[in-house]
Nanobody, 125 residues
Framework: VQLQASGGGLVQAGGSLRLDCIASGVTFITFSSYGMAWFRQAPGKEREFVAGISGTGISTYYKDSMKGRFTISRDNAKNKVYLQMNSLKPEDAAVYYC????????????????WGQGTQVTVSS
């Protein structure tokens, strides 16, 4: 499985971005069995869970500070997962990564097996 994240960039505080992650090397049937998640890592900080979604898309999970601002979704027919980020804050600046949970859950405490290369999000104050 290869993951390609895109959509990062520079945005002013209060603005929005949508991150996309596309999975290649798998059929959409296999992709739909994967839980997917977004993580982020800011300079000097540990990588942290941002949001996750189950394979079916029925269950979603968020870090508390993202609830109400970020929305994770997926399109299994396109092998894609998205992260809509609204009301961005300077502290949201980080490299954002998408990852695969082969067990299908996509929750924060799962083991993630495949990772994308990351996309940089910069938020100016």
């Amino acid at each position: 499985v290869q993951l390609q994240a895109s959509g990062g960039g520079l945005v002013q505080a209060g603005g929005s971005l949508r991150l996309d992650c596309i999975a290649s090397g798998v059929t959409f049937i296999t992709f739909s069995s994967y839980g997917m998640a977004w993580f982020r890592q800011a300079p000097g900080k540990e990588r942290e869970f941002v949001a996750g979604i189950s394979g079916t898309g029925i269950s979603t999970y968020y870090k508390d500070s993202m609830k109400g601002r970020f929305t994770i979704s997926r399109d299994n027919a396109k092998n894609k997962v998205y992260l809509q980020m609204n009301s961005l804050k300077p502290e949201d600046a980080a490299v954002y990564y998408c990852a695969v949970d082969r067990t299908g859950y996509g929750g924060p405490a799962r083991s993630y097996d495949y990772w994308g290369q990351g996309t940089q999000v910069t938020v100016s104050s």
